[in-house]
């Protein structure tokens, strides 16, 4: 059975370069026989700043923003984070979107793909986000991939994918595709 990847796109920018990115990862992510995608745009969740009076680890919701967030990340097996550097880090509505729940992360694997204006394409957010993903218990497949100089990549609303990031891709998806077959052999107890 197909694992339910979601293809997470972490800018909140109704212009966001990531966008088009995030759209590319999902395509080539759905062409594979491994996964069955939904693509998720934090722009478009517009999740407000965790206000729950509850803790999320108590997975009991007063809000139906957060409970909607909840239904939206529960059914996903494994993700694709794209995620975009500002000022040298992750960005805060991937930061208020990870906190506002709890059971609905734990054990999935993630892929990471960061991107950036500047030559580093956002390594340094990945770097950053990682003590994150591990303490809600994602499990962060190994590739990443950082795409460098994101503003020149993406034209008339589609990302122009040199042959390093279709390889970069495949190997962060292979590596996701991987860690996903291995949590259902052990959900399935084998
Ligand atoms: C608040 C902010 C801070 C940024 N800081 C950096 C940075 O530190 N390094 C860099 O290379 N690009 C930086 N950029 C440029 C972004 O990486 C680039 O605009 C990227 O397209 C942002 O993702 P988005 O368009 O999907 O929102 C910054 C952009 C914003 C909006």
Do not use: C, Q
């Amino acid at each position: 059975m197909p694992s339910r990847l979601y293809v997470l796109s972490a800018s909140t920018r109704p212009t966001s370069y990531g966008r088009p990115l995030a759209r590319w990862i999902a395509e080539r992510a759905a062409a594979r026989p491994e996964f069955e995608v939904t693509t998720v745009d934090l722009g478009e969740v517009a999740l407000p700043f965790l206000d729950e009076p509850e803790y999320p680890s108590t997975g009991r919701y007063a809000h139906p923003h957060t409970r909607a967030w909840s239904e939206t990340i529960s059914p996903a097996d494994a993700f694709v984070f794209v995620l975009p550097m500002y000022n040298g880090g992750f960005t805060a509505p991937l930061k208020n979107a990870i906190d506002s729940l709890y059971a609905e992360w734990r054990d999935k694997p993630v892929g990471l793909v960061s991107y950036s204006a500047g030559p580093s394409g956002g390594a340094p957010a990945i770097e950053m986000i990682r003590p994150v993903l591990n303490r809600v218990g994602l499990r962060p497949a190994e590739p990443t991939l950082s795409v460098p100089g994101i503003e020149g990549l993406v034209e008339g609303g589609s990302f122009r994918a040199a042959p390093e990031f279709t390889a970069g891709t495949d190997a962060v998806l292979d590596a996701v595709a991987e860690l996903a077959l291995a949590g259902a052999a052990v959900r399935a107890g084998a």
